[in-house]
């Protein structure tokens, strides 16, 4: 009789035991994607996958690249500066040939901060994303696509982040792919340089022809008018600024120059709070809540002089 009976129950609970293994099987596939998407949702702080991205990183040969992916027109671009193209290096550093400039910001701690805002501050370039190794995302290969995602070696980009980037590289077509080396297509002068040897030098104000791949979706389109306090008591630097912003699309409607403030640095407030997040980024200014009636308002002291 005990016998009957425990034959019962252990059929019963084997019985129920199969019901529910089917759900347990759908529901941990189920949480392992919502795991997984949740993971890339936070880790992806700066592309939304809609707007241009762009990135600096070290070629091998000590040429600098920067890439743009652009989802709008679906092409990735790449612009290879020459290693020996002779520029004045951010934070008042002086004057090295770019290939040199990597490694004089990890000397100083900077990493490849020094690189973008070089970079930026030269050719009006505006770029805050950085590697140490080429991406491939111009080249568009599945293998590339991995190797920048899992190996990207030094980088401020994140992992959500790398991730988009690589999985548009691939779906970007061959004909969207193009690469530009400013030394072979005539936009920067081959001279002997400072240092007395042979090299490269921007002659003159930086062509349209380049500077059209940064012009940013948002800011272009939407008329972002831009106000400029200066308060870095240094010449020159709000109009660079104000000259990077157009590259974008912002229309600077006034720089205002007021007394030296020495502690200020850059603050960014306004009325479209994409816009100031996009700025803010690139320039690594806080944001601030200040009403004002200008769609971009910037403020700028000796400290962003000083880093600029």
């Keep these: 009789m005990k016998s009957a009976r425990r034959q019962a129950f252990t059929a019963r609970k084997n019985k129920k035991g199969k019901k529910s293994f089917p759900i347990l099987k759908l529901l941990i596939p189920v949480f392992l994607i919502a795991a997984i998407f949740l993971f890339l949702r936070l880790t992806t702080r700066i592309w939304n996958g809609k707007d241009k991205v762009s990135l600096v990183y070290k070629e091998e040969g000590g040429g600098i690249g920067v890439t743009v992916l652009d989802p709008i027109l679906s092409e990735v671009t790449t612009l290879i500066i020459p290693g020996d193209t002779q520029v004045d290096v951010a934070r008042n550093y002086g004057t090295l040939r770019i290939k040199n400039v990597w490694q004089l910001g990890v000397n100083e701690k900077i990493g490849g901060r020094l690189l973008t805002e070089t970079v930026t501050q030269n050719f009006l370039f505006p770029v805050f ?118 590259v974008i699309g912002g229309k600077v409607v006034s720089i205002d120059k007021k007394a030296a403030s020495e502690e200020a640095d850059c603050t960014i407030t306004g009325n479209n709070s994409e816009a100031v997040k996009k700025i803010a980024n690139l320039f690594s200014c806080g944001v601030g809540r200040t009403e004002t009636s200008f769609d971009l308002d910037i403020k700028i002291g000796r400290k962003f002089a000083e880093r600029f």
């Design 129 to 246: 994303l950085w590697s140490s190794k080429p991406p491939g995302l111009d080249r568009g290969s599945f293998p590339n696509a991995m190797n920048f995602i899992f190996l990207p070696g030094q980088t401020n980009i994140s992992f959500g982040d790398r991730v988009r980037m690589g999985l548009f590289s691939l779906k970007v077509q061959d004909l969207g792919k193009t690469v530009i080396d400013l030394g072979k297509s005539k936009f920067l002068e081959k001279r002997v340089l400072d240092d007395g040897q042979t090299g490269y030098i921007l002659e003159g104000p930086v062509s349209q022809r380049l500077t059209i791949y940064f012009s940013d979706n948002l800011i272009g389109d939407k008329n972002i008018k831009v106000n400029i306090t200066d308060l870095t008591g240094t010449p020159g630097i709000s109009e660079k600024l104000g000259e990077i912003l157009q």
